[in-house]
């Protein structure tokens, strides 16, 4: 589908995905303005059946948005699903439910949607934003990503700029949570490259009402 130029090799299909410990493993960074980021290398092991799975055709749908008074692709796919449709790969529900699980305490509330987005290749990215839409443009909240495919940088910079980025290369398998009030004190992007990169597919878990 799409054109997707992956080639996975038949080892890496026959490994079934798991989830590893999140208790003791996951790495906090905390940045100004109480917001703070988790960080988890590795956490699916086995993710390439996932990929393959996510590169299928699970209904990824472009957008358009108006840019300088005419309509552009956004650059990316996206795919969303709501609390009630079921996940393409019953791991990624066992992830989300892990997710709610060792952060109940904090955020006080399940991750219930789970949005996905297609970077087919370094083309693709994602400019500065805070996910801002509802709740969040308020209230802390809580956004975990699962990436799975060709590891690509998340930065990371206060809202406005004004100070060097941090980089969290995003690799197969890794989790990343952003939390407190990263969403409207921070931005986060996924810039372009012009390396050869292959397809990347990012897995973002929410409490309800926030996108
Ligand atoms: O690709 C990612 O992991 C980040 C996605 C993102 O920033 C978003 O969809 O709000």
Redo the contacts with the bound molecule.
Sequence with gaps: MHGIAHQPSMFDLVEEPTLGQLDGRVQRTELTRGAWVDHLPGWVDGSEVILETLLGDIGWRAERREMYEREVDVPRLLRWYDADEPLPHPLLTSARERLTAYYAQELGEPFVTT?M?LYRDGRDS?AW?G?TTGRSSSQDTLVA?V?FGSPRP?LLRPRGGGSDSLKFP?GHGDLVVMGGSCQRTWE?A?PKTAKKVGPRV?V?FRPVGVS
């Design positions: 949005g987005c994602v934003h996910d990503i990436s998340l995003l986060h996924i990012s973002q």
